[in-house]
């Protein structure tokens, strides 16, 4: 089963116990989402009424707990984690993964030092093991590189859009279709000037190979008729010495 249709089944499942807890049943079904160490999609649940009813109970922290695993980072935790339910390791893990996630969507070479940083690892081979694991879980994709102390993305899984971030992907979707298209109009363009060209070029050379045939022809026949005339005075200078003969 590959990552994607795992997902999909994760995260029904937990759709599902979602829209039928409410309170404390429902705060554990976030605690077990968040926990899971196969799901890192959580925007679906977010929206079951359920969860959002949350809002403004006393288990709301669970709801905020939940955005912070959909949008935020270890460090967005960390910052926050008063008015936030403690967290058990295996979400520890899960939201230093998610972690690794948000910092590839902005740059596909991460460095040692800003990732120790980030998710709070003491040395590189604590680092390397992490992220070894997370290429292992499916998440993320890369090279190892010591020697210039950077993990290299090839690939990341995305994560849930950020509140507004839709509108924003939207138009740089947009902008990027635009550049496309015109990209598009050039190329259209340069491959009618290129086949124009390329006419042009049978043309010239066809026009080039009717003046070499012509001149071949005008040459062979003045060969012909050079070739006559010796003929004829070699023939008139013949009479000639026999008539002085006789």
Known sequence: MDIEQKQEELIQHFVNQASNSKGSSLANVIGDATSHPSLFAFSEILSVPNVIQLQG???SIYLDLLRMFAHGTWSEYKRNAISLPPLAPDQVLKLKQLTVLTLAEANKVLS???????????NVRELEDFLIECMYVGIV???LDQLRRCFQ???AAGRDLRPGQL???IHTLSNWLSTSDNLLITIQDKIKW???MSELDKKHKKEADERM????????LKKSQTVSRKTLTSEGTKRCSLNLVE
Not at 213 to 220: I, R
């Open 57 to 59: 109970t006393e288990h």
């Open 112 to 122: 040692y030092d800003v990732l120790m940083q980030e998710l709070d690892v003491i």
């Open 141 to 143: 994709r890369g090279k």
């Open 153 to 155: 993305v090839q690939f």
């Open 167 to 169: 509108g924003s992907m």
């Open 194 to 196: 290129a086949d124009t």
């Open 213 to 220: 045939e012509e001149v071949k022809k005008t040459l062979s």
